[in-house]
């Protein structure tokens, strides 16, 4: 059975791997879990609503001390926040 088992955890590695999330993805299920609006998050964060779009969509990436915040108030991994 076990041989079973390792060849589809194998084949899902190989044909379905599972990536860590984006920054924008984790800020949005973040979000999400807390109830926060872009608004409330941006007060939560000490940055401007702008700014908290913009790391949603992709379109920025956070300085290193807004890293440092995000990572440590929304509970991200550092390596999503910097994306290494």
């Known amino acids: 059975m076990n041989i079973l088992s390792d060849l ?3 084949y ?3 044909h379905f791997p599972v990536l860590p999330p984006t920054l924008a993805e984790a800020i949005k299920l973040r ?6 609006s872009q608004k409330a ?3 939560f964060l000490g940055i401007s609503s702008l700014r908290i779009s913009e790391y949603r969509n992709g379109k920025s990436e956070p300085t ?3 890293a440092r915040d995000i990572s440590r ?3 991200i991994e550092a390596s999503i926040v910097l994306g290494v």
Do not use: I, Q
């Open 8 to 10: 589809v955890t194998d």
């Open 64 to 66: 290193l001390k807004v």
């Open 12 to 14: 899902e590695e190989a």
């Open 41 to 43: 998050l941006s007060e």
């Open 73 to 75: 108030k929304l509970d």
């Open 31 to 36: 979000m999400y879990e807390r109830g926060l």
